[in-house]
């Protein structure tokens, strides 16, 4: 499956998933508009719930490459 985590609600409630537990997020936010990491965010924190886990992994090659 390849969609964007923007449509990680209507994906889930296709699934028929109401709420994750856990999230794991790779993506190279840095490199990302501070407006397009906000809109990805909080797409992702709609399906988490309250006590639910957020980890993001970063990579080095972010500290070199140009953001937004």
Known sequence: MEEC???V????????IDRVDTILCSLPSAAFSPEL???????MF????PG??????????????PSG
């Not at 609600?9 to 028929?16: R, S, T």
């Not at 709609?46 to 719930?49: D, M, S």
């Not at 639910?52 to 490459?65: M, N, P, S």
């Open 5 to 7: 985590v923007s449509q």
């Open 52 to 65: 639910g886990k957020f980890a993001t992994v970063a990579f080095w090659q972010g500290l070199v490459l």
């Open 46 to 49: 709609e399906v988490l719930p």
């Open 37 to 43: 990491q906000n809109e990805l965010l909080d797409a």
């Open 9 to 16: 609600v209507c994906l889930c409630h296709e699934a028929g």
